[in-house]
């Protein structure tokens, strides 16, 4: 079917909430309600044990007080109304199992009271659809009726005789419908009714916990119209609609349930397709670029029920247990979520009445463009056509201009930008590299004082070993452990000493303390000479400085009194002869450096020779200090003064020269410290100068802002040009995507061609996968046949020499039991004889006792009437005779049944049914003597 233009404003689903009131079950297990409704301002508050109630607003909100015919009138006539205007609508209840859907929905059929909602509105459907017949004679209404279920995932068709799945298929316009159900015409309400009536007999329905008669599927039963009315003008204007009543098996919880087996599998479908539904609608809500419809049935045949082409209206039933507020906290979260949809209704309009309007419109335009051309003519339009070609040559030209100028002005403006760039970039370049050769002067020099630092702090330490040598022995018992072991180490050393100088070495270690002093006096001739240079070096630096802060102080005057790319080159080139002047100056402070390098490399040389020497020299420094000892330390070692006579003289005489030696060294240190403030002079003179350079960067970045401010004026020029330049761009825009979607094709072909390419290989790679498995598939197969037949063949003969040995022993069995068989006839026979007998004399006994017991309560009856006929008036005496025999039939009836359920328990049945002939015989005779 078609849709007309003009359709009904979108509208969200409306929600309906409706709560039963708690079950005589749940009232005995001291149930309480958890749920309070409040229908003025359509809200539900559920309590919960922990925490803030929750609480929801929906369209309207049902308890207990309102009736079927209620519902029906207040909230769902209207929806029906809009069903016989053309549009689609939908009613369906969610909920839990046992919350009242099917109640809501279909009712008690025949109970005007207690009747549904689907039965309602046929009738209502029905009765509007006769009065519009006698309102408009000209229309035409067909009425036809589908009835469907979904059983455990399948589709089955309620109204056909043979229950099988079927299948859902899409039409064009991407609705569902199910192939091969059954549309069955009905033209009144008692055919719908019947219809409804069998597809319900047919549902599946089962028992739980929860609910005696639960549906175990969900039933989606549709009546559709097809109105035909006949218009003034003799047309035709046809009109269909749909109305889907949905009844929605409820969500279960296996625990609350207790279903097993069939029933368990049932209900997990049922959650399953209740699940998608509730995905889809969670989809629809949050926007989502694809609804998942296809995941389930019932979410296909609701999908224009869910933000399509309908009116839908929704009952969510509650149940207000409190043992049940989880399942009812989420079917009203689910109805929440279902409100916020919205649908878009529209009127059904049959496609060739829709095409008929499309085409009258068409020729009254067509019509009315004719009629202007046949008063006007082209020759208007012959017009404006020529003065939009010369507009646009007039364009194309200024175009054309403007592009090439703006071309030349772009290509000075990047030669310029690149100039000033790559001139930043180099001389970024040696300012980096200065300050890396300046860091690098300042790890050699922290290197060479650290260096001597370790040197003095080792001739301390063995200044002070030599002091505790020559220590009393009370000032010893006072030392520690690391004292004693540092003297202990002195003595190894004075003796090692004592026996070279007794072996003859004492000339060999007087030579090597002489090369020892010739070595230092030449590094320290070379020291000086190093200072000399160092001192010409900055000398020559600061010349270089004074030179540097000259060309600076003239460029900035330059740049502040010109401007444009003749100021910024003079500039750069200033900036370069300036660097040039500090690598050179850089250059020869190396020379300082390499030469305090070679110093400190000579000094630790010499530190190593004086260790390697033996402890020749730490002696010298101790006996020098020894003099100055008292003579009392001395006198109080004797053993140690005799040890030191032999070397006393070696240690006169190199006293001398060391004592000299580190006067020179500690000279040589003051002139490195002077050295060192120095340098750390010229440090701070190039970090002026580094604060110079960033003040020309800052004047270069003046001249970018302005160079910027001038292409900022040129682009507002160029202005004018892109507005006559937007049609080529856009054209030019059009084929570079037609060209880029060209491209992309073409990449998009070779990704394909390379994807086929590794397809085929995988499908060799696995066929010939497959072939091998195949093949060891096969040998295994027939390797498992071989064994399978083996192990039949044995089983065979097993089972034959089985069933012959079972054979033997059954047919002993049989004859065994054939001959008990027939004792036992024999016996049964003679005890059927027996109990044949007493049952006779059985018999004769029991109506020899009611023969008596009836003459026995006939002389009763007969003594109590003459005794209340002599007290009682004729009409009472009567009356009470009257009841009397009532109630003597009552009893001898209730005493039969008694009997005859004794003799049934005992076995008796043939006097039973004896007994049963003769009571049935009674009360005629009771009537004949009444």
Same mark, same amino acid.
């Given at each position: 079917m078609?849709?007309?233009?003009?359709?009904?404003a979108?509208?969200?689903?409306?929600?309906?909430?409706?709560?039963?009131?708690?079950?005589? /079950?749940?009232?005995?297990?001291?149930?309480?309600?958890?749920?309070?409704?409040?229908?003025?301002?359509?809200?539900?508050?559920?309590?919960?044990?922990?925490?803030?109630?929750d609480?929801?607003?929906?369209?309207?909100?049902?308890?207990?007080?309102?009736?079927?015919?209620?519902?029906?009138?207040?909230?769902?006539?209207?929806?029906?109304?809009?069903?016989?205007?053309?549009f689609?609508?939908?009613?369906?209840?969610y909920?839990?199992?046992?919350?009242?859907?099917?109640?809501t929905?279909?009712?008690?059929?025949?109970?005007?009271?207690?009747?549904?909602?689907?039965? =309602?509105?046929?009738?209502?459907?029905?009765?509007?659809?006769?009065? =519009?017949?006698?309102?408009?004679?000209?229309?035409?209404?067909?009425?036809?009726?589908?009835?469907?279920?979904?059983?455990?995932?399948?589709?089955?068709?309620?109204?056909?005789?043979?229950?099988?799945?079927?299948?859902?298929?899409?039409?064009?316009?991407?609705?569902?419908?199910? #192939?091969?159900?059954?549309?069955?015409?009905?033209?009144?309400?008692?055919?719908?009714i019947?219809?409804?009536?069998?597809?319900?007999d047919?549902r599946?329905?089962?028992?739980?916990?929860?609910?005696?008669?639960?549906?175990?599927?969900?039933?989606?039963?549709?009546?559709i119209?097809?109105?035909?009315?006949?218009?003034?003008?003799?047309?035709?204007?046809?009109?269909?609609? /749909?109305l889907?009543?949905?009844?929605?098996?409820?969500?279960?919880?296996?625990?609350?349930?207790?279903?097993?087996?069939?029933?368990?599998?049932?209900?997990?479908?049922?959650?399953?397709?209740l699940?998608?539904?509730?995905?889809?609608?969670?989809?629809?809500?949050k926007?989502?670029?694809?609804?998942?419809?296809?995941?389930?049935?019932l979410?296909?045949?609701?999908?224009?029920?869910?933000?399509?082409?309908?009116?839908?209206?929704?009952?969510?039933?509650?149940n207000?247990?409190?043992?049940?507020?989880?399942?009812?906290?989420?079917?009203?979260?689910?109805?929440?979520r279902?409100?916020?949809?919205?649908?878009?209704?529209?009127?059904?309009?049959?496609?060739?009445?829709?095409?008929?309007?499309?085409?009258?419109?068409?020729?009254?335009?067509?019509?009315?463009?004719?009629?202007?051309?046949?008063?006007?003519?082209?020759?208007?339009l012959?017009?404006?056509?020529?003065?939009?070609?010369?507009?646009?040559?007039?364009?194309?030209?200024?175009?054309?201009?403007?592009?090439?100028?703006?071309?030349?002005?772009?290509?000075?403006?990047?030669?310029?930008?690149?100039?000033?760039?790559?001139?930043?970039?180099?001389?970024s370049?040696?300012?980096?590299?200065?300050?890396?050769?300046i860091?690098?002067?300042?790890?050699?020099?922290?290197i060479?004082?650290?260096?001597?630092?370790?040197?003095?702090?080792?001739?301390?330490?063995?200044?002070?070993?030599?002091?505790?040598?020559?220590?009393?022995?009370?000032?010893?018992?006072?030392?520690?452990?690391?004292?004693?072991?540092?003297?202990?180490?002195?003595?190894?050393?004075?003796?090692?000493?004592?026996?070279r100088?007794?072996?003859?070495?004492?000339a060999?270690?007087?030579?090597?303390?002489?090369?020892?002093?010739?070595?230092?006096?030449?590094?320290?001739?070379?020291?000086?000479?190093?200072?000399?240079?160092?001192?010409?070096?900055?000398?020559?630096?600061?010349?270089?400085?004074?030179?540097v802060?000259?060309?600076?102080?003239a460029? =900035?005057?330059?740049s502040?009194?010109?401007?444009?790319s003749?100021?910024?080159?003079?500039?750069a080139a200033?900036?370069?002869?300036?660097?040039?002047?500090?690598?050179?100056?850089?250059?020869?402070?190396?020379?300082?450096?390499?030469?305090?390098k070679?110093?400190?490399?000579?000094?630790?040389?010499?530190?190593?020779?004086?260790?390697?020497?033996?402890?020749?020299?730490?002696?010298?420094?101790?006996?020098?200090?020894?003099?100055?000892?008292?003579?009392?330390?001395?006198?109080?070692?004797?053993?140690?003064?005799?040890?030191?006579?032999?070397?006393?003289?070696?240690?006169?005489?190199?006293?001398?020269?060391?004592?000299?030696?580190?006067?020179?060294?500690?000279?040589?240190?003051?002139?490195?410290?002077?050295?060192?403030?120095?340098?750390?002079?010229?440090?701070a003179?190039?970090?002026?100068?580094?604060?110079?350079?960033?003040?020309?960067?800052?004047?270069?970045?003046?001249?970018?802002?302005?160079?910027? /401010?001038?292409?900022?004026e040129?682009?507002?020029?160029?202005?004018?040009?892109?507005?006559?330049?937007?049609?080529?761009?856009?054209?030019?825009?059009?084929?570079?995507?037609?060209?880029?979607?060209?491209?992309?094709?073409?990449?998009?072909?070779?990704?394909?061609?390379?994807?086929?390419?590794?397809?085929?290989?995988?499908?060799?790679?696995?066929?010939?996968?497959?072939?091998?498995?195949?093949?060891?598939?096969?040998?295994l197969?027939?390797?498992?046949?071989?064994?399978?037949?083996?192990?039949?063949?044995?089983?065979?003969?097993?089972?034959?020499? =089985?069933?012959?040995?079972?054979?033997?022993?059954?047919?002993?069995?049989?004859?065994?039991?054939?001959?008990?068989?027939?004792?036992?006839?024999k016996?049964?026979?003679?005890?059927?004889?027996?109990?044949?007998?007493?049952?006779a004399?059985?018999?004769?006994?029991?109506?020899e006792?009611?023969?008596?017991r009836?003459?026995?309560?006939?002389?009763?009856?007969?003594?109590?009437?003459?005794?209340?006929?002599?007290?009682?008036?004729?009409?009472?005496?009567?009356?009470?005779?009257?009841?009397?025999?009532?109630?003597?039939?009552?009893?001898?009836?209730? #005493?039969?049944?008694?009997?005859?359920?004794?003799?049934?328990?005992?076995?008796?049945?043939?006097?039973?049914?004896?007994?049963?002939r003769?009571?049935?015989?009674d009360?005629s005779?009771?009537?004949?003597?009444?």
């Open positions: 078609g849709k007309r233009d003009h359709a009904a979108a509208e969200n689903i409306k929600v309906l909430v409706r709560c039963r009131p708690l079950s005589e /079950k749940e009232k005995a297990a001291g149930h309480k309600s958890c749920v309070d409704l409040d229908m003025v301002q359509n809200t539900v508050t559920v309590k919960s044990i922990i925490g803030e109630p609480r929801w607003t929906f369209d309207a909100v049902i308890n207990n007080s309102f009736s079927q015919q209620d519902i029906f009138t207040q909230l769902i006539m209207p929806l029906t109304e809009s069903v016989l205007g053309g689609n609508a939908t009613v369906f209840a909920g839990q199992s046992g919350s009242g859907k099917t109640h929905m279909t009712g008690v059929m025949g109970d005007n009271t207690l009747e549904g909602v689907i039965p =309602r509105c046929v009738k209502h459907i029905f009765n509007t659809v006769e009065k =519009r017949k006698e309102e408009v004679p000209g229309t035409t209404v067909s009425m036809y009726v589908s009835f469907m279920e979904l059983y455990n995932g399948k589709v089955r068709d309620l109204l056909a005789k043979q229950q099988v799945p079927l299948d859902i298929r899409e039409n064009k316009d991407h609705t569902f419908f199910v #192939q091969g159900a059954v549309v069955a015409q009905v033209k009144f309400p008692e055919d719908v019947r219809h409804l009536e069998e597809g319900t047919r599946r329905v089962g028992s739980t916990e929860l609910n005696a008669d639960s549906s175990r599927s969900h039933s989606v039963f549709s009546l119209l097809e109105c035909i009315e006949t218009l003034e003008d003799g047309s035709t204007r046809a009109v269909a609609s /749909k889907n009543l949905v009844d929605l098996a409820g969500s279960e919880r296996q625990g609350k349930t207790g279903a097993s087996g069939d029933t368990l599998k049932e209900g997990c479908n049922i959650n399953l397709s699940s998608a539904l509730g995905t889809v609608i969670d989809t629809i809500v926007g989502g670029a694809h609804v998942p419809f296809r995941s389930s049935p979410t296909m045949l609701l999908k224009d029920s869910l933000g399509g082409n309908s009116k839908t209206v929704m009952f969510a039933n509650i207000p247990s409190e043992r049940n507020v989880s399942e009812t906290v989420s079917t009203l979260r689910f109805a929440d279902a409100k916020q949809i919205k649908n878009k209704p529209v009127v059904n309009i049959s496609s060739k009445d829709q095409k008929i309007a499309e085409l009258t419109d068409m020729v009254k335009e067509l019509r009315d463009k004719l009629a202007k051309y046949e008063n006007e003519g082209t020759a208007g012959e017009k404006e056509v020529v003065q939009l070609q010369e507009k646009i040559g007039e364009l194309e030209v200024q175009l054309d201009n403007a592009t090439k100028s703006r071309e030349a002005d772009l290509v000075d403006y990047e030669t310029a930008k690149a100039t000033l760039a790559a001139e930043r970039q180099s001389f370049t040696r300012l980096l590299s200065m300050e890396d050769e860091a690098q002067l300042q790890n050699q020099l922290q060479s004082e650290s260096s001597g630092a370790a040197m003095q702090s080792q001739l301390n330490d063995v200044w002070s070993q030599c002091y505790n040598y020559f220590l009393t022995p009370k000032e010893k018992a006072a030392q520690t452990l690391e004292q004693l072991q540092a003297q202990k180490s002195l003595e190894e050393v004075l003796r090692s000493v004592q026996k100088v007794e072996g003859g070495g004492e060999a270690l007087l030579e090597k303390i002489r090369s020892l002093a010739a070595d230092l006096k030449a590094s320290q001739a070379e020291h000086k000479a190093t200072t000399k240079e160092l001192k010409s070096s900055k000398a020559q630096l600061e010349r270089h400085l004074a030179e802060k000259e060309e600076l102080t460029c =900035r005057g330059a502040s009194g010109s401007g444009g003749s100021g910024d080159a003079q500039v200033a900036m370069r002869q300036q660097q040039d002047k500090l690598l050179s100056a850089l250059k020869l402070d190396d020379n300082g450096a390499a030469a305090m070679l110093l400190r490399d000579e000094n630790e040389t010499l530190r190593h020779q004086l260790m390697s020497s033996g402890s020749a020299a730490a002696v010298a420094a101790p006996q020098q200090n020894s003099v100055s000892i008292p003579t009392k330390k001395t006198t109080a070692n004797p053993a140690v003064a005799l040890e030191l006579q032999p070397s006393a003289r070696v240690a006169a005489q190199s006293a001398a020269s060391v004592s000299s030696l580190q006067a020179e060294l500690e000279e040589a240190k003051a002139k490195v410290e002077h050295v060192t403030a120095s340098r750390e002079a010229l440090y003179e190039l970090e002026a100068q580094r604060t110079e350079l960033a003040k020309v960067e800052s004047t270069m970045a003046q001249h970018d802002r302005q160079l910027a /401010k001038v292409q900022r040129y682009e507002a020029k160029l202005a004018d040009a892109t507005r006559y330049e937007n049609e080529v761009t856009r054209l030019e825009t059009r084929l570079r995507e037609r060209s880029d979607q060209l491209d992309q094709l073409r990449t998009l072909l070779e990704k394909q061609k390379a994807i086929i390419v590794k397809n085929n290989e995988k499908a060799e790679f696995f066929q010939v996968s497959l072939r091998d498995k195949t093949e060891a598939l096969v040998a197969e027939q390797q498992f046949r071989e064994q399978l037949e083996n192990k039949d063949a044995q089983m065979q003969q097993l089972i034959s020499r =089985r069933v012959a040995e079972f054979s033997e022993q059954r047919n002993v069995e049989l004859n065994e039991m054939a001959l008990r068989q027939k004792k036992l006839k016996k049964i026979h003679r005890l059927q004889e027996e109990l044949n007998g007493w049952e004399r059985f018999d004769m006994k029991v109506c006792c009611e023969d008596l009836n003459a026995l309560e006939e002389k009763k009856m007969e003594q109590l009437r003459m005794l209340r006929r002599m007290e009682l008036s004729d009409d009472e005496a009567e009356a009470l005779e009257q009841k009397e025999q009532i109630q003597n039939s009552l009893r001898r009836a209730k #005493q039969e049944r008694r009997r005859k359920d004794d003799l049934f328990a005992m076995g008796e049945v043939r006097s039973a049914k004896a007994v049963a003769r009571s049935a015989a009360p005779d009771d009537s004949e003597h009444s």
